[in-house]
């Protein structure tokens, strides 16, 4: 045993395979099936084998039935919190010509995945990736030389597991590097990792014992002859299935390390507003943004007066409902970005509105579209606000200075702001008053689904409990000379929302304070919490209000508050969960005076019924709508060669709020008669009805 094992090693020495870092443990003898082809004993460790699959990337199948090992490829997320590009200068640190050395720790995540060869080869069966996963990173810088040369210099990085699937890698970068380095990330996106990543496998490979005579094509260690199999899925290739027809010697197994490379390119993927603000330089202690490649050569030259405020430290969490703060260095502004944009409401109601309109589109077959307006607002809370405002008065660039903190004032044009969370609709933005703005979404058939449909889904997705499903982004405007572009999240949805208006507070007198709060608005406020505010202070501790319902045009008690010069109260819109569809006419003002009824299409699909195998020859479906019950549909048949049909009607645009509940008949015809079975669906929320076996019986 030992024997082949040291053979084994000697072979690896001598004819080094590139897929192969070193043997791991004893070798296992194969099994033979019932085709005489050598297989790992059933007992054996669960691995990878490392003959290449149909594709690069899959490996062999087994040692279980059904599932499939994979290498993964890496990727960098859209959006990395952990990515830092840190510059440090010490005064006492001087390059040549008297600049600044620098010093930088670069970190970024990096998220394993399956490629495109795995995905479009592998349809069924469990995945599994390769075990003892062990990634190697480097960064790969491309720096000119003397004559114009480009030579790649290689960093070395270290990695830290994230959670699940990520990791951290994190490369230290010395003067030369640091300069490059950013400029490649910013402006030239020349860089890339380069991974020479291990991982464990079985090596298959076929061992003869040549005896005298015999014809060796190669060369013998300790008297064992080797020929491996596959490449560690580096490449593609027919699965291999090992055989001994017409061949001699047996085929073992070695538990090995094995590797493969992986290069992502980094290009321009940082060079973002959600990652720029984490390029930054740290000279005395203090830390601000880098604006460019200048400030790794000196802190001074011309620009926007605005720059990225950091002496507040952690903006997100001093100030949840803010993201970033920029400073006015001429004007003393500074403009507080709010984390997002939401529907406004004020003491008029939520400022949405939706009207119907003849679509006289010549491809259309409902004849309708929608136009939504919104008015949408700055959700920066009240009491961030204030304690912002009290805070900007103690940092260094107020001194001898008074601080305005404002809000943004309204689009930058120059860059596109989008609503991508909804691609269906078409959308348009414009400045509204003060610091709101406009934004419409019109809707219209898209092929082969009706608008009455996609604004109904609009409008689940609006009134949402869970994670947003309607964002976007707004580019916002500092002055007309900021470089970059400032972007917040744009959030349609009634559970988050912007306000201003809608509610009054007044101190009461009395010991102890306490104060009113008056719902100016036609809708219910679910009031999370209080504080009383002081001129010139920060605000005193907020006391939780717990989501407290105050109905329209109604007043409540707080108490704990009141001893302040003003109280300032966070709010959000108190919308039922789930929100019954009529109610939504509660929130968004709905007009139909343009048009009245639209067409609609009633599908029912039984492709995914086996019509064979239930026995049935046909099936007929019989549609009652619950809301138009004398409204005749025609009855749709179904049979093995026709298991597609659909019918238009026409409906009440309302629909759209109020749904399409119906009542389908299935009579069923097999060979031993016919039966019925009754099914309620919805035509609005799910335009096709699809019918499988368990819908049948």
């Not at 994190?170 to 380095?181: G, H, M, P």
Request: charged share 20%; glycine share 8%; with cysteine.
């Amino acid at each position: 045993m030992a024997q082949m094992e040291q053979a084994f090693d000697e072979f690896l020495v001598a004819q080094p395979q590139h897929w192969l870092v070193g043997r791991t443990g004893d070798h296992i003898d194969s099994v033979f099936n019932e085709s005489r082809t050598a297989e790992l004993p059933a007992d054996a460790p669960v691995l990878p084998r490392l003959e290449s699959g149909a594709a690069p990337d899959v490996l062999a199948f087994g040692p279980f039935a059904d599932a499939t090992w994979f290498l993964p490829s890496y990727f960098l997320p859209a959006q990395d919190p952990k990515f830092a590009f840190e510059v440090v200068q010490r005064r006492e640190e001087v390059a040549e010509g008297g600049k600044p050395f620098n010093r930088a720790t670069f970190t970024l995540t990096l998220k394993e995945d399956l490629s495109q060869s795995v995905l479009s080869t592998v349809l069924s069966g469990q995945l599994h990736p390769v075990p003892d996963l062990v990634p190697v990173v480097d960064l790969v810088v491309p720096i000119t030389v003397s004559g114009g040369v480009v030579v790649d210099q290689r960093v070395r990085g270290t990695t830290a597991t994230v959670s699940g699937t990520r990791f951290t890698v994190t490369f230290q970068l010395d003067d030369r590097l640091v300069k490059v380095a950013y400029a490649h990330l910013t402006l030239g996106g020349n860089l890339r990792l380069e991974f020479e990543t291990t991982y464990s496998g079985y090596q298959t490979a076929l061992v003869t014992q040549p005896d005298t005579g015999f014809p060796v094509h190669g060369p013998i260690f300790q008297g064992h002859q080797f020929e491996v199999f596959g490449d560690g899925g580096n490449s593609g290739g027919t699965p291999f299935e090992p055989s001994l027809v017409d061949r001699l010697g047996q085929y073992v197994f070695f538990p090995c390390t094995a590797r493969f490379r992986r290069s992502v390119p980094l290009g321009l993927h940082f060079n973002t507003d959600e990652h720029r603000r984490q390029f930054t330089v740290t000279l005395d202690g203090v830390t601000r943004t880098i604006i460019d490649a200048r400030d790794l050569e000196e802190f001074a030259r011309p620009r926007s007066e605005f720059h990225e405020l950091t002496t507040l430290g952690d903006i997100a969490t001093k100030y949840p409902s803010l993201q970033r703060i920029f400073f006015g260095q001429v004007s003393g502004t500074v403009i507080a970005i709010p984390d997002a944009y939401g529907i406004l409401v004020t003491e008029q109601g939520a400022h949405a509105a939706l009207d119907s309109i003849v679509d006289e589109s010549p491809d259309t077959f409902s004849g309708c579209r929608f136009h939504f307006t919104f008015t949408v607002g700055p959700m920066a809370d009240p009491i961030d606000m204030a304690r912002l405002k009290a805070d900007v008065t103690g940092i260094p660039e107020a001194v001898g200075r008074t601080l305005r903190v404002v809000l943004p004032s309204g689009l930058d044009f120059r860059t596109p702001s989008s609503l991508p969370g909804f691609p269906a609709g078409k959308v348009a933005f414009a400045d509204g008053d003060g610091t709101t703005i406009q934004v419409s979404v019109d809707i219209s058939d898209e092929r082969p689904t009706p608008a009455a449909t996609l604004v109904n889904l609009f409008l689940q997705q609006l009134a949402s409990p869970g994670p947003a499903p309607l964002f976007g982004s707004i580019a916002v405007r500092l002055d007309d000379l900021f470089p970059d572009p400032v972007r917040a999240r744009l959030l349609l949805n009634l559970r988050e929302t912007a306000h201003s208006g809608d509610l009054v507070t007044t101190r009461q007198p009395g010991s102890p304070p306490s104060a009113q709060a008056s719902n100016l608005g036609p809708l219910d406020l679910k009031l999370l919490e209080c504080a009383d505010v002081r001129d010139g202070q920060g605000p005193a501790p907020t006391v939780a209000l717990g989501g407290r319902v105050l109905e329209a045009h109604q007043t409540t008690s707080l108490q704990g508050v009141g001893a302040g010069t003003a109280v300032e109260v966070s709010r959000n819109l108190e919308v039922a969960v789930p929100l019954p569809k009529a109610e939504m006419l509660t929130f968004v003002a709905f007009h139909t005076h343009t048009v009245q009824e639209v067409q609609h299409p009633l599908t029912v699909n039984a492709a995914g019924l086996n019509f064979a195998a239930e026995g049935v020859s046909t099936l007929e479906a019989e549609i009652t709508l619950i809301a138009n019950p004398g409204d005749p549909v025609p009855t749709l048949t179904l049979s093995p060669s026709h298991t597609i049909d659909f019918v238009h009607v026409s409906l009440p645009v309302e629909s759209a709020f109020t749904g399409l509940d119906s009542t389908v008949v299935l009579t069923v015809n097999t060979a031993s008669g016919a039966r019925t079975v009754s099914v309620a669906h919805d035509f609005v929320d799910q335009p096709i009805l699809v019918v499988t076996s368990s819908t049948i019986h």
